[in-house]
C-alpha cells in the first residue's frame, strides 16, 4: 500500500513565532530558567519543530539577541541617507548607544544573566557586533572622503568607536550614580567628535 500525501492540515510554525516567544522567555524569567518546552508551549509548536531549525536554546536565543540589537541600530539609523557631516555621525553614534542601554533585552541580560555577555566581550564578536562594525565602518569612510572626519584607516577608527561606545552601553549604569546617564551620553560625544576630528598640519584638530 502506498503512503498517502504528506498532512499539510497543520502549517509549520513560522520563525517568527518562536523567536517572538524565546524573547518574551528571556523579558520574563531570563536564560537560566528558559527551556525549550517554555518557548514551544509559548509558540504553540513542539520542541522538535524548534529543534529542527535550532540545535539548542544557546543558538536561538543568540538569534534573537541579534535580531532584537540589529532592530534597534535599524531603528535609528532608519530612513538616513549618507552620513557624511562629522556631527550627524557623531549623533548617529551616540543616539544607536543610548537605544542600546535603553533596550528591554539587554537591560534584563545586563541584570540577571550577564554570563551571556562574556564571550562577547573577551572571546569573540558576535554577530550584531560585525554588522555594527561594518556599518559604523562605511559610515567613517563617508565622512572622510567628505573630509568631515579625520584621516585614518575606518577600519581602525570604526574598531576604536566600537570599543569607546560599547563601554558607556554597558557600564554606564554603574558610574551614574551622581550624574545621569544623558551627561554621560554627552561626555561620549565630545569624545567622538575630538577622536574623529580632522587634524591640521601641526597634529592639532582643525
Known amino acids: 500500500m502506498k503512503p498517502g500525501p504528506p498532512n499539510r492540515s497543520r502549517r509549520p510554525v513560522e520563525d517568527e513565532a518562536v523567536l517572538a516567544a524565546a524573547l518574551e522567555c ?33 543558538s536561538l536565543v543568540a538569534e534573537v539577541m541579534t535580531r532584537q540589537w540589529l532592530g534597534v541600530v535599524s531603528g535609528v539609523l532608519e530612513g538616513e541617507g549618507p552620513l557624511r557631516g562629522r556631527a ?5 553614534l551616540v543616539a544607536v548607544a543610548a537605544g542600546l542601554r535603553a533596550d528591554p533585552l539587554l537591560r534584563r541580560i545586563v541584570e540577571i544573566d550577564p554570563e551571556l555577555l562574556v564571550p562577547y ?35 581602525v577608527m570604526a574598531r576604536t568607536v566600537l570599543l569607546t561606545a560599547q563601554s558607556f552601553v554597558l557600564s554606564a549604569a554603574t558610574m551614574a550614580d551622581g550624574v545621569t546617564v544623558e551627561e554621560l551620553d554627552e561626555q561620549l560625544r565630545g569624545l567622538l567628535d575630538r577622536y574623529l576630528t ?8 582643525q
Do not use: H
Request: no cysteine.
Open 26 to 58: 528571556l523579558l520574563t524569567v531570563g536564560m537560566r530558567r528558559t527551556t525549550m518546552a517554555d518557548i514551544a508551549r509559548r509558540a504553540g509548536t513542539s520542541r522538535q519543530t524548534i529543534y529542527r531549525r535550532w540545535p539548542d536554546v544557546q
Open 88 to 92: 550627524e555621525i557623531v549623533d548617529a
Open 121 to 155: 566581550l573577551f572571546d569573540r564578536r558576535g554577530a550584531s557586533q560585525d554588522v555594527m562594525l561594518e556599518r559604523i565602518e562605511s559610515m567613517l569612510a563617508e565622512g572622510r572622503r567628505s573630509g568631515a572626519v579625520r584621516d585614518l584607516p575606518p577600519g
Open 198 to 205: 580632522p587634524l591640521g598640519p601641526e597634529g592639532k584638530p
